[in-house]
């Protein structure tokens, strides 16, 4: 495995760093694109990379605009691997390549219409799975978030293309995560937790009060990560896989309040956490490819709320 090199995008994002130390620590050789100087000061200073050692594993290459033509040319010389967790989708190349699989990070969101996550309740009996596909939105989009969601249903879209094209000699794994929530070690100051996927667990356990319903899936950010590991071996078949932990059941985000209260007890009583938020709530087959369970919605509450309380000292 030593002489494997694992190239990897989006390394400075919630997925992606912890992807990048389980690299690492499962003895892969990485190169990580990142837009500058500053994103790979941003990466050594970690707890996580000082622990590793890892300044012959890890190597960065400096990209900073993802769009243009070429972009990655230089950056994919020599690999094996590819995980790409940033978006956009890089073009496709005409340089001859020795890579054995690309593992491509999208979104649940993609298999289904924006209205579905916050807007509409899914039609009873619908179930979403690595199956489901809807098209590519076009024209203008009513919030930045139907933008993102339209991004991601690209992605899969082009995913599915490269798969099936007959010239692609190496396998395409996409993976779907769902709310990812977690651990930030990227974060440093407690209130920027209550951004991004953690955003939702943080409104309940901080008392605010959310008239937004949401979907109810959610994923612990380990379980990503490591689902991008367990993708590099050809023993789990190219493909698309979910990553969403509680199954057809779902998640009720009400519920980080009752978690919370018995992890971490102190903290309630001493006023820091108030659990009076209010957060309205709307895949077994990656279970088994992949090999292992997925945390349930307690272990997840708990790793980033424990996070929040330990940045407050």
Known sequence: MSQEIVLITGATGHIGFRTLVLLLEAGYQVRAAVRSQAKIEEILQTK?????????????????????????????RGVTYILHLASPMPPASDEPSDYERVVITS??????????????????????????RTSIPQGSFPSPFHAYDAGKIAVLAAADEY?????????????????????????????????????????????????????????????????HIKALDSIVPAGT????????????????????????????????????GVQPSLNSASERMMGFKFQRFDEQVKSVVGQYLQLLG
Do not use: C
């Not at 209550?194 to 943080?202: C, D, W």
């Not at 018995?262 to 001493?270: L, N």
């Open 48 to 76: 996580s990379i000082h622990a590793l050692n890892s300044g012959f594993n890890l190597k960065f290459v400096i990209v900073p605009d993802l769009t243009v033509d070429g972009a990655y040319t230089d950056a994919i």
């Open 107 to 132: 979104s649940a969101a993609a298999l289904f219409e924006a209205k579905y996550l916050f807007e509409e309740d899914t039609p009873f009996g619908t179930v979403w799975n690595e199956e489901s």
């Open 163 to 227: 798969a099936a094209d007959p010239n692609t000699k190496f396998g395409i794994v996409t993976i779907l995560p769902s709310f990812v929530l977690g651990r930030n070690e990227l974060v440093t100051k407690a209130s920027d937790l209550a951004l991004g996927s953690n955003g939702p667990v943080m409104g309940v356990v901080l008392g605010k009060k959310s008239d937004i319903s949401l979907v109810s899936s959610t994923v612990h950010v380990d379980d990503v990560a490591l689902m």
């Open 241 to 276: 896989y979910v990553a969403n932990s509680e199954g057809y059941a779902g998640t009720l985000w009400q519920d980080a309040a009752r978690i919370v209260a018995e992890a971490f007890p102190d903290a309630v009583t001493k006023g820091v956490l108030k659990l009076d």
